[in-house]
């Protein structure tokens, strides 16, 4: 057992913390006490200042409107006289009296006899006179380097209107000297009660820190497996009772070490015979523990596992790279399938955290789905084999109204529309049931993608190309496609009728007179189309809707141009196949733009299939 220095013991903490203590009270008694004194000494100076404002202020006020004879001395004089008068040793700095025009008429200060008659173009003084109410400010003087406090006072005439007005200008230093100097004392004052303290400190931290010594070597003493020996209690204080209650751990570890060995026995056996599989890692990832159940299904020796990498382990690569995600992925279908054997298995991810909240590890169980697959894949095939189905009946409906459309029909005026509509929402049925179609594949991966290497910008324009050819009158096609070359590995057939969904809805959306806007923007490792339109727009609300399956902003006008409200659900499907991302932007009355991002070559990508 290594002894422990004097300045990494507990003893030195007790000294330190006790010192930091004090050091705390005697600061937030010197703030609080500097603070009042301060705030103390400047409210009676400028109550001073007050005092004597007022006082000059009424001779003042006398002077101006006095009635003057051709013996008597001049307002000048008279205020020259007032001002002379007043002490001015301990308090006021400068003081000025000015005429209703902010005219200087006498000041205390003799080096500054000149500006008597000049005009004052200062705000306070101006303000004071116009608004006839006192100005009070406190600065700092760069001129004479010190901290002065302002004090304008207007001078009020017979008729109630101020006749000029009086600036008292005081230095503020003397009471800041006076602070300092209390201070100072303050400060020896603490230096000296924390040397004291600090002796103190050391003899207090003695009497507290020997037992403790003694319970860490016993501390050690039982995890080394040697329960016999007991402390000494010095007292019935809490670090007596804490003796004690070392003294009873030695009784009680025994048989917690026993009942631990029991569940630890106990645990091993249900994850032996569990028919899940069950795999347990630490925060890393890297496996700890894993059932024969496990070990089976993933087809590898559970001893030759433990360290692996649970990525590694699940074949997880082309899923996910990071192991604090795999919880928030919740359920999990992974494909341990051959050529010959289909094998699926669903892994459930948790985490381990301790009393503090902190992961310490993550549980995942698996469990064989093959078969519960196999009947999911089979519904899926029976909606798509009913949805093929559909498509004739509704083929020969079609054939069958446009025959009585010519004239089948007896009512030739009514017929004739009504029969129109009802071809209309044929058309519409079939185009959604090929939708369907198309999104049941997707769902089953079973859509064909075949990608190559392809010159996007050139690619962009002959898609452009086409629309311009067939453009209604009313809507303006607008490209900005910057020069260069950008190659994507893409199916240019998906990729144009990814196209195709959006133009086409921008098309259907703007009003007479609008324009749609195609942009690219290609960025490091990607490329960004945006194609706008000027119509309705959609609320913020629905944005994130827009791309559900049968989701209709506006249910009433997208029946009426015949939507079936899918082609935004497959665009975003052939996009996110594309290894991109699609999202909307929009405001109400404003239009919308609808975005998609494309990897460049380079970038992560998948293949073909």
Request: charged share 30%.
């Amino acid at each position: 057992m290594n002894k422990v220095g004097f300045f990494r013991s507990i003893q030195l903490k007790f000294i330190i913390i006790y010192i930091l203590l004090l050091i705390l009270a005697v600061q937030v008694i010197g703030s609080f006490f500097t603070d009042r004194l301060e705030e103390n000494l400047m409210d009676t100076f400028k109550n001073s200042v007050t005092e004597r404002v007022e006082m000059l202020s009424y001779n003042l006020e006398q002077a101006f409107i006095r009635d003057r004879s051709e013996e008597d001395n001049s307002l000048e004089q008279e205020i020259r006289a007032i001002i002379d008068d007043v002490n001015t040793e301990n308090v006021a700095t400068t003081i000025y009296v000015y005429d209703r025009h902010a005219r200087i008429l006498g000041t205390n200060q003799i080096d500054e006899q000149e500006e008597v008659g000049k005009k004052s173009t200062d705000i306070n003084v101006q303000n004071t006179i116009l608004f006839e109410q006192s100005q009070k400010d406190t600065y700092f003087d760069r001129q004479t380097d010190s901290r002065v406090h302002v004090h304008v006072e207007p001078l009020i005439g017979n008729e109630g209107t101020a006749v000029g007005a009086i600036q008292f200008t005081a230095s503020l230093e003397q009471v800041y000297d006076q602070i300092e100097g209390i201070n100072n004392i303050f400060l020896q004052g603490s230096v000296l009660a924390i040397s004291i303290s600090a002796i103190l400190g050391i003899l207090v931290a003695r009497t507290i820190t020997k037992p403790i010594k003694e319970m860490r070597e016993q501390a050690l003493i039982m995890s080394n497996g040697d329960f016999t020996q007991k402390l000494d209690v010095y007292g019935r204080d809490e670090i007596g009772q804490l003796a004690e209650t070392f003294n009873d751990l030695n009784s009680r570890l025994k048989h917690s070490y026993a009942t631990i060995e029991e569940e630890r026995r106990k645990l091993s056996s249900v994850l032996s015979y569990m028919s899940d599989g069950v795999i347990a890692t630490d925060q890393t990832g890297a496996v700890t523990l894993m059932n024969d159940a496990a070990a089976r299904m993933i087809g590898s020796n559970p001893d030759d596992m433990i360290g692996d990498d649970i990525i590694d382990v699940l074949n997880l690569e082309e899923k996910i790279v990071d192991i604090s995600k795999l919880p928030d992925s919740g359920s999990m279908i992974i494909d341990f399938s051959d050529e010959e054997t289909p094998f699926i298995i669903r892994a459930n991810f948790s985490t381990v955290v301790d009393e503090e909240e902190e992961v310490t590890g993550f549980i995942t169980v698996i469990s064989d789905v093959t078969e519960q697959e196999k009947m999911e894949q089979e519904r899926r095939d029976f909606v798509s084999n009913v949805s093929h189905e559909l498509r004739t009946p509704l083929t020969t409906m079609k054939s069958y109204l446009e025959a009585l459309s010519d004239g089948a029909w007896e009512n030739k005026e009514i017929a004739p529309r009504f029969l129109e509509v009802t071809q209309k929402e044929t058309d519409r049925m079939i185009r959604m049931v090929n939708d369907l179609l198309q999104l049941s594949k997707m769902d089953s991966d079973e859509l064909p993608m075949h990608k190559e290497r392809t010159e996007f910008m050139n690619y962009v324009h002959q898609v452009l190309d086409r629309y311009e050819m067939n453009l209604p009158e009313t809507i303006t096609l607008e490209r900005h496609i910057p020069k260069g070359k950008s190659f994507v590995w893409m199916d240019k057939d998906k990729l144009t009728q990814v196209f195709d969904n959006i133009i086409t809805n921008a098309f259907k959306y703007s009003p007479e007179g609008g324009k749609v806007r195609v942009n690219l923007d290609v960025r490091r490792h990607m490329v960004i189309v945006s194609i706008q339109d000027e119509g309705m727009g959609i609320p913020y609300d629905k944005l994130d809707k827009i791309f559900e399956r049968f989701y209709r902003a506006d249910r009433a006008r997208n029946r009426k141009l015949g939507g079936t409200g899918l082609g935004l659900a497959i665009t975003k499907e052939l996009v996110e196949a594309h290894h991109g991302k699609i999202w909307a932007q929009s405001k109400e009355g404003r239009g919308t733009t609808i975005l998609f991002t494309l990897p460049l070559m380079g970038s992560k990508r998948g293949r073909g299939k």
